[in-house]
Nanobody
Framework: QVQLVESGGGLVQPGGSLRLSCAAS????????MAWYRQAPGKQRELVAG???????NYADSVKARFTISRDNAKNTVYLQMNSLKPEDTAVYYC?????????WGQGTQVTVSS
């Protein structure tokens, strides 16, 4: 069993930046593929970015060149740097394994992009 806690969300204007953090209750990020997901109002949860233990990353087409996923195994933390934010990025952002485990979903962190 592992607990994942997201933080760093908030309200930002279009074009702004945020960095999200995901901390695990025990060391797992050096072993498993990790990912950020998001769920916007009225939409299904979708994959945003994933990263392997070797730091090979994949991104949804909608966030390529704007978002960067990274991991710090020593701190047991995964990050999502979000730049050039758009209103359509508004969602609750979650971290989980890639592919996700149903029992690992946390509360997520709200990101709202609005002027």
């Amino acid at each position: 069993q592992v607990q994942l806690v997201e933080s760093g969300g908030g309200l930002v204007q279009p074009g702004g930046s945020l960095r999200l953090s995901c901390a695990a209750s025990r060391n797992i990020f050096s072993i498993y593929d990790m990912a950020w997901y998001r769920q916007a109002p009225g939409k299904q949860r979708e994959l945003v970015a994933g990263i392997t233990p070797g730091s090979s990353a994949n991104y949804a087409d909608s966030v390529k060149a704007r978002f960067t996923i990274s991991r710090d195994n020593a701190k047991n933390t995964v990050y999502l740097q979000m730049n050039s934010l758009k209103p359509e990025d508004t969602a609750v952002y979650y971290c989980n394994l890639w592919p996700p485990r149903v029992d690992y979903w946390g509360q997520g962190t709200q990101v709202t992009v609005s002027s």
